[in-house]
């Protein structure tokens, strides 16, 4: 299994950036890609709500986005150092929430999350 921690969360004000770091450890190999979740406030009280998908970065640096992040977020990988970053740009209220790094495996089509981390905690304020 990889073991994931993410650090580089906090409280922010709306407009701010903000970047997250996630170090990857142990089982690399079974991977071939790494992507953050988040859950926000009111999701996390519903239990039913998924994880909203962020940004995926694959090892040989294709990138996807969801929705409410393009053009703000950007995602980046240092292969020496086995971290992805998540550089948040324009941040306001919406993105509030608790991200997770995750790491799996990519087939273009489909992502199969092989592991995920402990979650870090971002707030923005307006």
């Known amino acids: 299994q990889v073991h994931l921690v993410e650090s580089g969360g906090g409280l922010v004000q709306a407009g701010d950036s903000l970047r997250l770091s996630c170090v990857a450890s142990?089982?690399?190999?079974?991977?071939?890609?790494m992507a953050w979740f988040r859950q926000s406030p009111g999701n996390q009280r519903d239990l039913g709500k998924q994880?909203?998908?962020?940004?995926?970065?694959?090892?040989?640096?294709?990138?996807n986005f969801g929705d409410a992040v393009k053009g703000r977020f950007t995602i980046s990988r240092d292969n020496a150092k086995n971290t992805v970053y998540l550089q948040m740009n324009s941040l306001n209220s919406d993105d509030t929430a608790v991200y997770f790094c995750?790491?799996?495996?990519?087939?273009?089509?489909?992502?199969?999350?092989?592991?995920w981390g402990q979650g870090i905690q971002v707030t923005v304020s307006s």
């Open positions: 994880r909203e998908f962020v940004a995926r970065i694959s090892y040989n640096g294709g990138t």
């Open positions: 142990g089982d690399i190999f079974r991977t071939n890609a």
């Open positions: 995750t790491a799996g495996r990519f087939d273009g089509r489909y992502y199969d999350i092989d592991s």
